[in-house]
């Protein structure tokens, strides 16, 4: 019979007696206090107040067990996990709505307001944050979906629907030039950890793992990737003396030359083809200098689908194609990284995640044309990317 001396903290971490073991040692006590013959049945009331006594105790241990625990990245839940998070400069990401652009065509002098709606034809609406007069046949404003979260997320040219047409006389057409994205829903427990992972150095690092660590935590649905020069000549990647690059996907410009201002050491310069102004603290604004990467279409193709009619759902090849999309871009967590390589063996794990699936063939391929089992090598100033239509699934 396990002791009292081995609950609780040990040596080992905390241990949990289970509800048998502490049943066992109050009718082990019953016993010494009472005389091997006392009647501790579940029938008796001395044994239905030991019985009573475990449970309460059990309780009492599992709250031990979630305080102890609560301390620990693994471990932690909820509030607990994201105040740790805050030790090292993270904090939760939000749910938030995806963003993006509205290209609207009509009547030269018809004012757009804000608040004016369009629409995707399975019905997702978009609405316009700022306004302007249409010049020249078309004006771009900048636009967000009135729904929070993923479901937010659309490609390019799929925002066509005018839906307040009689509010705005004069506009003929609508369409969205670019993605609209960024939406998310409220981050999860396992997807904080995943992030917190990310992070390969401490708040106050200044190196260039720092720096797109901090990034990362602070600057929503983004990847990041540095490079540094520290010698007196320009090196073989165009590098200036004494300088970082820092290879950012996912935010906007101003948000990621901000964190990038916020953690580099003073009196490094910054080097890239993206750019934005930040004011100082002193109120001079510095250029801030960085780079997006180039971004790989990967092709994949899954054909031969053999599955289990009775649990494979509806939509199932709608959802394996969102599962491998999701593994490629890191619309759940994480996501292949910037020149990370496209394994072609890992997408099997992703496929069957989607239940029912019983077996299938799979390729990919980085041109839509020559599919292949090869991995797909990308390098450090490129992303995997990928979208529905690069996806088949038969």
């Not at 690059?245 to 003073?266: C, H, L, P, R, T």
Request: net charge negative; aromatic share 10%.
């Amino acid at each position: 019979m396990a002791t009292e001396t081995e609950w609780g903290l040990t040596d080992r971490g905390f241990r949990r007696p289970t509800y048998t073991e502490l049943l066992d040692a109050y009718e082990y006590k019953g016993r010494e206090l009472f005389g091997g013959k006392a009647n501790l049945t579940v029938r008796s009331p001395l044994g239905l107040f030991m019985r009573i006594f475990a449970w309460m105790t059990h309780l009492l241990f599992s709250l031990l067990e979630a305080v102890y625990n609560s301390r620990f990245i693994d471990t932690a839940v909820g509030t607990s996990l994201y105040r740790l998070g805050k030790a090292i400069g993270m904090s939760l990401l939000t749910a938030r709505k995806a963003t993006g652009e509205l290209l609207i065509t009509g009547t030269n002098g018809t004012l757009i307001p804000v608040g004016w709606l369009a629409a995707t034809g399975s019905g997702t609406q978009y609405v316009t944050t700022a306004s302007w007069v249409i010049m020249d046949g078309s004006v771009t404003l900048a636009a967000e979906a009135t729904i929070i979260g993923p479901l937010g997320n659309t490609d390019a040219g799929t925002v066509t629907v005018i839906v307040n047409p009689v509010a705005v006389s004069g506009v003929t057409a609508v369409t969205n030039p670019r993605a609209f994205g960024g939406g998310r829903a409220r981050e999860t427990d396992a997807e904080f950890r995943a992030r917190y992972y990310l992070s390969v150095d401490k708040a106050g690092g200044v190196n260039v793992d720092a720096i797109a660590a901090a990034i990362m935590q602070n600057v929503q649905n983004t990847k990041a990737i540095g490079f540094e020069n520290d010698t007196d000549t320009t090196n073989s990647d165009g590098l200036p003396p004494h300088s970082i690059e820092m290879v950012v996907d996912g935010g906007s410009n101003e948000a990621v030359a901000a964190q990038i201002f916020e953690s580099k050491a003073g009196g490094i310069q910054t080097f890239g083809s993206s750019s934005a102004v930040v004011t100082g603290a002193n109120g001079q604004d510095y250029t801030i200098y960085f780079s997006r990467p180039e971004a790989v279409l990967i092709y994949v193709s899954v054909t031969n689908l053999l599955t289990n009619p009775l649990i494979f759902p509806p939509d199932g090849n709608a959802q394996i194609q969102q599962v491998i999309i999701a593994y490629i871009t890191g619309e759940d967590v994480g996501g292949i990284p910037i020149g990370g390589t496209v394994y072609y063996p890992r997408f099997a794990e992703e496929i069957y995640k989607v239940p029912g699936v019983i077996d299938f063939k799979w390729a990919i391929s980085s041109d839509g044309i020559n599919y292949s089992t090869a991995s797909i090598p990308i390098s450090n100033r490129q992303i995997a990317a990928t979208n529905t239509d690069s996806v088949s699934v038969t």
